[in-house]
């Protein structure tokens, strides 16, 4: 059961219990019961699914509520709650500090997505302000540097490696060294994948650590080896002593809630993991993120971490709403910032309700939509581009030149305009929201260097007051309804205009935040699309 399914299918449980008329103990009891079933599938520990079952049990003691208590709250939050325990490791990783060198070394079993991973935090960390660098110390694998090369050169991140040095150690200790030097903040080591049985490889992974003293040692691991996730990670530790764990293949992998539990019960921090194949596919571990987007309830923290390390560039339109514009090129701006963004699946789980919403939703034919979108307007005149669109309207043959020229349909070129015309009519209502959103910005102590924390909770209780659905376990976010009503956005499940994200990230603080506008007009939604 890959994780997508094991949060819907416990989600489900919750929420079936809690639309039900009889809200009593053996409806709860049957509730338990199926998130436990789910959790086994998953492949997590049957002894910790049952020390779950018992603590929400006893969180949630029927005989012992006071009448009139919310018992859906009570519910939700309980299930919340455990859940977070379950893979929530209670111990913190080490943190990179900024103008000094942070060595940290990959070890782990051959495939587990070593190589992949350490150019992923090698971004990740360059896209928060740290000069970062690659070595490639795994010179037992045939092809190990090439691969390493072709991705460090596609993500800009320089790297160190060596064709005819065959001793890793040697290689390990030049680049790391080099990069020292240089006054490299981030420096990453990728080492050989190792079986458990091969003692000399094991003895070599020591060697580099003692030759590279790293500050950090990370544990790469394969989600799909589920509960195995336990022993393995304890094999390399009674060897390294590692400080945290990435797992990877998060996206695909049958085991995954059994590897992320399995590993939270050995007390290792889990720092990341790996959700696809794609550079931008790395997530900070959080447990209570984690569960939030499990549960279809969104990441807006998640969200805003990834927008903002994309450094989009948002001027134009911003400043072009603020004076209530829009223009077609502003469209393709923000179409090109959604393609940045990567898989759309992936946003949309991290927008609380999307991702139910787009359930169906493609990655692949939203790919190609956003594209052929694209080439539609690179077919433009400038002078169309900078327009409100009204120019197409007064000539209709324009369409038609368009659409030949970048081999789509009049029809698509129509649609796009009509995505325009929406977004100008959102930016036209949204001139004076913006400033007072600023307004209440500044109120709520915000700005760039503002506490975020402080600027979430008061937007949630904001929300809260507008009658959204609030989040168990503390989150109180809203459905996609109220955020669309607070960005004043059209909505509605088929085609129905998104809000702007930046909108909400200004507000939370984020500064700089991308924007998101007409998502959904994209490919119409669930069941819109062609
Ligand atoms: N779907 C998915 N694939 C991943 C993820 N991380 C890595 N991969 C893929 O896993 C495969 C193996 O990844 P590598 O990075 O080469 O693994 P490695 O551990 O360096 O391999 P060795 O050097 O042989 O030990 C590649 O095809 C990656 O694209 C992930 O999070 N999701």
């Known amino acids: 059961m890959v994780l997508q399914d094991l949060g819907r299918r416990i989600n489900a449980a919750v929420n079936d219990l809690t639309r039900s008329a009889t809200l009593d103990e053996k409806a709860f009891d049957g509730m338990v019961k199926e998130i436990c079933n789910a959790l086994v599938e998953a492949d997590v520990n049957v002894k910790l699914v049952m020390n779950l079952r018992t603590s929400i049990k006893r969180a949630v003691n029927f005989k012992e509520l006071a009448p009139g208590v919310n018992k859906k709250r009570i519910i939700q939050k309980a299930v919340f709650d455990h859940l977070v325990s379950l893979v929530n490791p209670h111990n913190s990783p080490y943190t990179p500090k900024k103008n000094k060198a942070n060595t940290i070394m990959f070890v782990g079993l051959q495939g587990s997505g070593k190589t992949t991973t350490c150019t992923k935090l090698a971004r990740y960390y360059q896209a928060r302000g740290f000069k970062s660098c690659l070595v490639c110390a795994d010179t037992f694998r045939a092809g190990a540097f090439d691969q390493l090369k072709q991705n460090a050169t596609k993500a800009k991140i320089p790297y160190y490696g060596s064709l005819t040095q065959t001793d890793p150690v040697v290689v390990a200790r030049e680049g790391v060294e080099k990069f020292r030097k240089e006054r490299f903040e981030i420096i990453i080591v990728d080492t050989s994948g190792r079986h458990q049985q091969e003692e000399s490889l094991f003895a070599e992974m020591v060697e580099i650590q003692q030759a590279v003293k790293p500050d950090q040692t990370i544990m790469v691991l394969d989600a799909s080896i589920g509960q195995a996730a336990e022993a393995q990670s304890l094999a390399f530790k009674s060897t390294a002593a590692f400080g945290a764990i990435v797992i990877t293949k998060t996206d695909g992998a049958a085991a995954g809630g059994g590897a992320i539990s399995a590993v939270a019960a050995t007390k290792t921090p889990i720092v990341f993991i790996g959700t696809g194949e794609h550079l931008l596919d790395l997530e900070r571990f959080q447990p209570e993120s984690f569960v939030s987007k499990l549960l279809g309830m969104g990441d807006m923290q998640g969200l805003v971490e990834h927008v903002q390390s994309l450094k989009l560039d948002q001027k134009d339109t911003m400043k072009h709403i603020s004076e209530g514009v829009f223009t077609v090129r502003d469209l393709r701006d923000q179409l090109s910032n959604i393609m940045k ?39 433009m005149t400038v002078k169309e581009l900078d327009s409100d669109g009204k120019m197409f309207v007064e000539q209709p043959t324009r369409m038609t030149r368009i659409a030949r020229g970048s081999g789509t349909s009049v029809r698509e070129v129509e649609e796009l305009l009509a995505q325009q015309r929406m977004m100008a009519g959102m930016a036209k209502k949204m001139k004076g929201g913006m400033a007072n959103m600023q307004k209440a910005q500044n109120a709520m102590g915000g700005g760039r260097g503002g506490n975020q924390q402080q600027q979430m909770a008061a937007m949630q209780k904001r929300l809260q007051s507008m009658g959204g659905g609030g989040m168990p376990g503390g989150g109180g976010m809203p459905d996609m309804s109220t955020l669309m009503k607070m960005m004043g956005g059209g909505g509605g499940g088929g085609g129905g205009g998104m809000p702007d994200m930046s909108q909400l990230m200004k507000m939370m603080g984020g500064g700089g935040g991308g924007g998101m506008p007409g998502m959904g007009g994209m490919g119409g939604g669930r069941g819109g699309r062609r």
């Open 341 to 379: 963004m990567g898989p759309l699946s992936k946003m949309a789980g991290m927008i609380p309700g999307l991702s139910g919403m787009m359930g169906n939703m493609d990655d692949e034919d939203g790919a190609m939509k956003l594209k052929r979108m694209m080439y539609i307007c690179d077919s």
